[in-house]
């Protein structure tokens, strides 16, 4: 079994940044992907930024130039660094584990973009 684990979520005003990690923990096995999704109000769990075990990275159109999504597989940590933040960025911010066979899921972690 997987626990993942994110943090740095909060509020911040817009134009600002915010740094979100995900640790890993429990039967660490290695992941086809890890990657961020988000959920706002009313609105259904979206892809927000994914990176692959050879390092190769992906991103949603909103996030392209602002988010940049990196690891430390050393400590079982993937971060996603958000610059620029926008109103339309607030949701829970969600860490999902793709070991091929499964899909994990951590507790999400609320990111409010507001002056």
């Known amino acids: 079994q997987v626990q993942l684990v994110e943090s740095g979520g909060g509020l911040v005003q817009p134009g600002g940044s915010l740094r979100l990690s995900c640790v890993a923990s429990?039967?660490?096995?290695?992941?086809?992907?890890m990657s961020w999704y988000r959920q706002a109000p009313g609105k259904e769990r979206e892809l927000v930024a994914r990176?692959?075990?050879?390092?190769?990275?992906n991103y949603a159109d909103p996030v392209k130039g602002r988010f940049t999504i990196s690891r430390d597989s050393a400590k079982n940590t993937v971060y996603l660094q958000m610059n620029s933040l926008k109103p339309e960025d607030t949701a829970v911010y969600y860490c999902?584990?793709?070991?091929?066979?499964?899909?994990?899921w951590g507790q999400g972690t609320q990111v409010t973009v507001s002056s």
């Open positions: 999902n584990a793709d070991p091929g066979w499964t899909s994990y």
């Open positions: 429990g039967t660490i096995v290695k992941f086809n992907a």
């Open positions: 990176i692959f075990s050879g390092g190769s990275t």
